[in-house]
């Protein structure tokens, strides 16, 4: 990504951050009097002018460590941290630690006290002003709590960070990594090639294209036009199915998983200073044969969004999905948003067709109180969404990992609401989900998940923090037979906060 400018930018990393983390930045960004700024693709690429410091506004809140190198190292820098005098190159390391420990009073068997040990580290350079990488990678032991749990073994993955092996019965061990180059050769075109993930929307679920699934390999080309006030992105993505790809392999080696092919564009306009317009197509191209080979046309590596969408239409074996989103901000503090998305409207069967659609509120400086954000979000997705037209195989629905790419309950209403305050380096956040679920259009269940944080930042260069948390969740199985399930629990953890994980299911 395009190398952000000056000390308070240079010091956090081009990831799709952590939710709450990020909320100070997207409240710089809606502060901006500008036509350039598209802050609902992310990680975001700050094409605008460099005069625009967007960050969190905390970065020398401790005055008195100033002149004292150990201090200013703990409470400000990173951990290695190489520049030139003359900028031309410069070089980052921190940890990427979680240690946390947790304990669900409402369950009586092993999955009762739970535990996440993370160990792992996050880089970053830049070569000059157009060259930059980055690589992150973790080592993990988990025990979750047991919904996570279940669904990990009925999935093969853990929640948006991919395979595991069994830790010591009940327990978890898995990897995560990412990284990514990215060359600005002029000032309106960024390439990015990595292993990652990207988000499109402004609220905190997105109906489009999401971060709640595992990494995958892709490239994403984003241009600017009009003087900024078109922002274009192409990204072409591998995906893969966690099913047996056909090709044989050796014996005790492990198997080719299926591929499948995927391109996503999101064309972003800027009405006005206040009003920004997003389209969106993306298409999941026929996945691979019983030898796992992948069998492209040129139509898939055609750029110019809703054409693909005109030559095959919403029902072909070559799933694609539409959609739009709006943006309005009605002052510098206050904004409203939503989305559109429309899967497939030839499905004749009791699911129907496939659309969903978001609307949200977001506040920043909510009352007149400084740094405080409240939001709330309501977003309603069929049933039968983001699969194929021809079933519900996994080998052509807008999958990757056995995980959707887009809204992570996959369908039905959820009402989201969100709350997050700063003072200096105290933070304190509350989220809750209220969601209804149906199956053949019966009702299947409720959800009810609560959360609330308090903690203190240690160190914003890389979200180093220490907190206190407690999580609540209840699924209420209506009128079926099955029994209810609660989740009740505690945590204490040190943790450094860089990306989302999303639990909330």
């Not at 690589?135 to 047991?146: D, K, W």
């Not at 317009?277 to 139509?299: E, P, T, Y």
Request: proline share 3%; hydrophobic share 35%; aromatic share 18%.
């Amino acid at each position: 990504m395009l190398l952000l400018s000056g000390r308070l930018c240079g010091q956090f990393y081009n990831l799709p951050n952590d939710y709450f983390f990020n909320t100070l930045t997207q409240r710089e960004l809606a502060r901006i009097d500008s036509e350039q700024v598209h802050p609902a693709i992310q990680p975001y690429i700050p094409f605008f002018s460099k005069r625009y410091s967007y960050v969190a506004d905390t970065f020398r809140i401790f005055k008195y460590v100033k002149n004292d190198p150990l201090l200013e190292k703990v409470f400000f820098d990173h951990l290695i941290h190489i520049r030139s005098k003359t900028n031309a190159y410069e070089f980052k390391v921190d940890p990427l630690l979680n240690v946390e420990l947790g304990r669900d009073y409402s369950d009586t068997t092993s999955y009762r006290n739970t535990f996440t040990n993370t160990r792992g580290f996050v880089a970053s350079g830049s070569i000059g002003r157009n060259f930059y990488f980055e690589s992150l990678f973790s080592e993990n032991q988990s025990q979750f709590p047991y919904y996570v749990s279940h669904f990990a073994k009925q999935t093969s993955v853990i929640p948006g960070q991919g395979r595991y092996k069994v830790y010591k019965t009940t327990g978890f061990d898995y990897a995560f990594s990412s990284g990514f180059v990215s060359y600005q050769p002029i000032r309106q075109l960024n390439i990015q090639l990595g292993h990652g993930k990207q988000k499109i929307g402004n609220g905190y679920r997105s109906l489009l294209l999401s971060d709640n699934a595992f990494n995958y390999p892709y490239l994403r080309v984003t241009s600017q036009w009009l003087k900024g006030r078109l922002q274009y992105t192409n990204i072409y993505a591998v995906l893969m199915n966690l099913e047996t790809g056909g090709a044989k392999t050796p014996l005790h080696t492990e198997p080719l998983f299926q591929k499948k092919a995927a391109s996503f564009q999101y064309l972003s306009f800027n009405a006005s200073k206040r009003i920004t317009v997003g389209l969106f197509q993306g298409m999941i191209w026929n996945a691979a044969d019983s030898m796992n080979r992948q069998h492209l046309d040129w139509q898939y590596f055609n750029p110019v969004i809703f054409t693909n969408l005109g030559f095959y239409g919403l029902s072909n074996q070559n799933n694609i999905l539409v959609g739009a989103d709006l943006n309005i901000r009605l002052t510098n503090s206050l904004s409203i948003y939503g989305q559109f998305m429309a899967d497939d409207f030839s499905n004749k069967t009791v699911l129907g067709n496939a659309f969903g659609y978001q609307a949200g509120i977001r506040y920043f400086d909510a009352f007149k109180l400084r740094n405080l954000m409240l939001q709330v979000e309501y977003n309603d997705v069929a049933e039968g969404s983001y699969n194929s037209p021809f079933g519900t195989r996994a080998n052509q629905s807008f999958s990757h990992y056995n995980q959707g790419l887009a809204f992570t309950p996959g369908y039905g209403r959820e009402v989201v609401m969100l709350a997050d305050y700063k003072i200096k380096r105290i933070f304190a956040n509350a989220k809750v989900n209220l969601q209804y679920l149906t199956l053949n259009k019966y009702a299947l269940y409720h959800n009810t998940l609560g959360r609330l944080q308090i903690g203190y930042t240690i160190n914003h260069a890389y979200n180093f923090n220490v907190s206190l948390g407690y999580n609540y969740r209840y699924q209420d199985f209506l009128s079926f037979s099955a029994s209810n399930n609660t989740t009740s629990f505690y945590s204490i953890s040190l943790k450094t906060n860089l990306y989302n994980t999303y639990y909330d299911f």
